[in-house]
Every structure is written in structure tokens, then in C-alpha cells.
């Protein structure tokens, strides 16, 4: 199975700041994916990071707000702009090999 | 309708006791169903796909109903460590579509 990587693990953050989450990946896969967990919700995914490329983001999500790269196959950032409260939540990469997929660790943001 | 559906539960159980979850989906065009195990402030951990002919893993078995978008998740033997939240996961030519889980407690 891949070992994934997220940076930061958790993080509190101010109103109206952005932070950027990394997701690091020790082999190379297809597919790369950020879903969000708030408090006592399931995931919901938020955006396809595609490679080379602009990502593809789900109804109800923008770039503005969730800019996202991924510069090769095994890397892709999530930024959280702008943040509100109600962005306070747990931040997933999900990535997929060969009938595979994996969760990374979660990165844990609480807005102020 | 949600696409994914799951009786939130809790579902408090003893140890040893059979339990069952279910999981309704939307999307006829669905081709792959998994179940998913979440830890307190952990991320999901895949628990077994399930296929169409049903499949067992241990104390675990899950079935597939096409007809009636249908999955549900078999524990016999309940174990403490079996605490969980149950995630059921569709998916057919886009990314993973998650329930929000059903919480089950095993007590002693």
C-alpha cells in the first residue's frame, strides 16, 4: 500500500488567512483527491487534483476558495483561502493507484 | 435523495452479538462498493470491497443486491475493537461517493 503524507496535521487558524495543505505520496499514482470532513458529516469531495493541469472541483466548491496544484504524480496542495468557522474541518487527500485507494493521515483546521 | 444512504445509528452492541448495516444507493451507474472503517480522529481505512456474488473476510461479510441498490456489512462476533464508524462507498466512473456512517459500539 502507499504511505502518504499530509502537512500540517492540524492547524488553528484567523479569520481571513489561507493555509496550504500538502499531500505527499512515496510512489507514483493516477488519481488524487481532496475531500472534506466537517464535524459529524461524511467526506465530501471537493476537487479532482489533476496533474499538469487545472483541477476539477465539485458542485459547491470554486478555485478561488480551494486553489489546488499537483506539479507530478505523487504531490498535490490544497489551499484553503479566505478561511471562515465554517471552514473548520478535517482536510483529506485520497489517492488511487492500480484498484487501490488510500486516505492520507488528514489535516485538522479550526478557524477562528 | 442522498446518493449514499446509511442509518446513522449508534448501534451498542455486547461482545459476541451479530450486527448488520445497511446502505441504499442513488446511482444505477454504480460499478464498485466498498466499506469503510473510520477511527475517532482517524482517517477512512478500507474494510473490503464487495462484490456482487457477496464475499467474507473473517467475521466480516458483505452482499451486494444490484436490483434493489443494495449493500449491507455483516460482523459476527462483535470484538471491543470493533468500535467503529462504518463508512458504505460507492463509486462508477467518479471519484468515491461516501455515507455518513453508521456508529457502532461494542460493549463489554
Known amino acids: 500500500s502507499a504511505v502518504i503524507s499530509q502537512k500540517p496535521s492540524r492547524d488553528i487558524c484567523q479569520r481571513g488567512t489561507s493555509l496550504t495543505i500538502q499531500c505527499q505520496v512515496d510512489?507514483?499514482?493516477?488519481?488524487m483527491f481532496w475531500y472534506r470532513q466537517q464535524p459529524g458529516q461524511s467526506l465530501t469531495l471537493i476537487a479532482t487534483?489533476?496533474?499538469?493541469?487545472?483541477?476539477?472541483?465539485e458542485s459547491g466548491f470554486v478555485i478561488d476558495k480551494f486553489p489546488i496544484s499537483r506539479p507530478n504524480l505523487t504531490f498535490s496542495t490544497l489551499t484553503v483561502s479566505n478561511m471562515s468557522p465554517e471552514d473548520s474541518s478535517i482536510y483529506l487527500c485520497?489517492?488511487?493507484?492500480?484498484?487501490?485507494?488510500?486516505f492520507g493521515p488528514g489535516t485538522r483546521l479550526t478557524v477562528l | 435523495r442522498k446518493e449514499v444512504e446509511q442509518d446513522p445509528g449508534p448501534f451498542n452492541v455486547p461482545e459476541g452479538a451479530t450486527v448488520a448495516f445497511n446502505c441504499t444507493y442513488s446511482n444505477s451507474a454504480s460499478q464498485s462498493f466498498f466499506w469503510y472503517r473510520q477511527d475517532c480522529r482517524k482517517e477512512p481505512k478500507l474494510l473490503m470491497s464487495?462484490?456482487?456474488s457477496g464475499n467474507e473476510d473473517g467475521r466480516f461479510t458483505a452482499q451486494l443486491n444490484r436490483a434493489s441498490q443494495y449493500i449491507s456489512l455483516l460482523i459476527r462476533d462483535s470484538k471491543l475493537s470493533d468500535s467503529a464508524t462504518y463508512l458504505c462507498?460507492?463509486?462508477?466512473?467518479?471519484?468515491?461517493?461516501f455515507g455518513k456512517g453508521t456508529r457502532l459500539s461494542v460493549i463489554a
Open positions: 462507498v460507492v463509486t462508477g466512473n467518479t471519484p468515491l461517493v
Open positions: 485520497l489517492v488511487q493507484g492500480y484498484n487501490e485507494q488510500f
Open positions: 464487495v462484490y456482487s
Open positions: 510512489s507514483q499514482v493516477t488519481m
Open positions: 487534483a489533476n496533474q499538469g493541469s487545472e483541477a476539477t472541483y
